[in-house]
């Protein structure tokens, strides 16, 4: 903790370096505050979510997981999955899992495998009518991968998911938009839960700490057309987030046990299972 | 009939092509704000490629909802990009409560710095202390 607010010192006498020639610049330095009046239940009740920014990327959650150390993260990848069906919701949810998939291979610096994730994530969103937008993306991602640049890739996969999701938006699909963002957090909660239980800490125990997020997409789910929600994957979906809701939903003081750990990467994987599985 | 279906057509095209469109105080916040973020990537934060775009006045705060990451650091970063503006960037827990945070106002640019102790919901509020009602651009960055 003293680290990260070392850290974060720095970064404020870099700001205040860079901007010195602002003639009202009121540097407040390394000091913090907590003088704010609350928020009152009316600024709470209409405080805006946005899925770009309430909902966060797999990578976040894996840059959080390394703080405990190097963790093993090939031994977080899965067979290839091969997508036969035509139902689009279960596209899009593949989509969100494949491009979490994308992240861990570039964890793990894996050009080849980065270089794998990006064929399959490209395959799907050619029949999501999505592939011009992954296509523009997918030269660099091929480049970044056999030049080590891993800092750059992880820029263009958060790049090319939000290049998805606007095209998805373009193209009327607003709604699979949401179904890319849950695919993406199921998978990247398994692949957490999985690296916590190789190595269990207290510290990494508590990041799955989500309540408000699941929250979030569960409220996305029944905001969607009745055609959608009445998608047998969807309604697998929903039903499961049920259950991985009841198991984030902690008080922040609470430490899932090595078990609470266990249950909810049974209960991830179970659902990514699902999510992959042929029609 | 055909000219007044060609008309309702021509309107929603106007009206669609404004809702998708960015105005000009849109992209001068977003560019401002992605100038200041700048300023932390060189100290190892990653800027997230989203953004919220928004209106404010001095009566009218905008709260954004975000989920953290105990573990990681966060600078959130807000911008209007019209000189005499004066922004603030505060941040709130689940319930509401101010939590401790390293402030920087410059004028229409303003950051708070944070570090979560505990994964979860937080609040993120831009208030505008002194200017015209504007159009601002709140992003992140991390690590």
């Not at chain 2, 105080?25 to 992605?34: E, F, L």
């Not at chain 2, 990451?69 to 409560?97: C, M, P, R």
Request: aromatic residues 8%; charged residues 20%; proline residues 4%.
């Amino acid at each position: 903790m003293l680290v990260l607010r070392k850290w974060l010192g720095v970064s404020v006498i870099a700001l205040v370096s860079a901007f010195s020639a602002s003639a009202d610049q009121q540097p407040a330095g390394n000091t913090t505050t907590a003088a704010d009046s609350p928020l009152s239940a009316e600024e709470l009740k209409n405080a805006a979510s946005v899925d770009a920014l309430t909902v966060p990327t797999p990578g976040e959650f894996f840059k959080a997981i390394e703080k405990g150390g190097k963790p093993n993260w090939t031994s977080q990848y899965r067979p290839p999955v091969s997508i036969k069906s035509t139902d689009r919701a279960q596209m899009a949810l593949n989509l969100g899992t494949l491009i979490a998939d994308g992240y861990i291979a570039v964890e793990a610096h894996d050009g080849q495998q980065v270089k794998n994730v990006g064929k399959d994530v490209l395959a799907l969103a050619k029949r999501l009518s999505v592939s011009q937008s992954v296509l523009a993306r997918s030269a660099s991602i091929t480049q970044f991968a056999e030049n080590d640049a891993w800092d750059q890739l992880n820029e263009e996969l958060e790049a090319t998911q939000n290049e998805v999701k606007k095209a998805l938006e373009e193209n009327r699909d607003t709604d699979l938009i949401t179904l890319v963002s849950i695919g993406g957090w199921i998978r990247g909660t398994e692949v957490v839960t999985g690296l916590v239980l190789q190595n269990y800490s207290a510290d990494d125990a508590r990041l799955l700490r989500q309540p408000a997020l699941v929250s979030f997409l569960k409220n996305k789910l029944t905001k969607l057309p009745g055609k959608l929600q009445k998608d047998p994957v969807v309604q697998n979906v929903n039903r499961d987030l049920d259950g991985i809701q009841k198991m984030v939903s902690f008080s922040a003081d609470h430490v899932p046990t090595e078990g609470e750990v266990k249950d909810l990467n049974l209960a991830a994987s179970k659902l990514t299972k699902e999510i992959g599985a042929p029609e | 009939m055909r000219r007044l279906i060609l008309a309702t057509f021509a309107a929603c095209l106007i009206v669609t092509s404004h809702g998708l469109a960015e105005t000009d105080d849109q992209v001068t916040a977003r560019s401002d704000v992605i100038d200041l973020a700048g300023a932390f990537q060189n100290d190892g934060f990653k800027i997230r490629d989203g953004n919220f775009l928004g209106q404010i006045s001095k009566d009218h705060s905008q709260i954004v909802a975000v989920n953290l990451y105990s573990g990681n650091a966060y600078w959130f970063t807000a911008s209007t990009g019209q000189k005499v503006d004066k922004l603030k960037v505060s941040l709130f827990d689940d319930a509401g409560k101010p939590v401790s945070y390293m402030p920087y106002q410059s004028g229409p640019r303003a950051a708070a710095g944070f570090s979560p102790d505990a994964s979860g919901l937080y609040y993120v509020k831009v208030a505008l202390e002194e200017g015209q009602p504007a159009t601002f651009c709140l992003i992140y960055s991390y690590k």
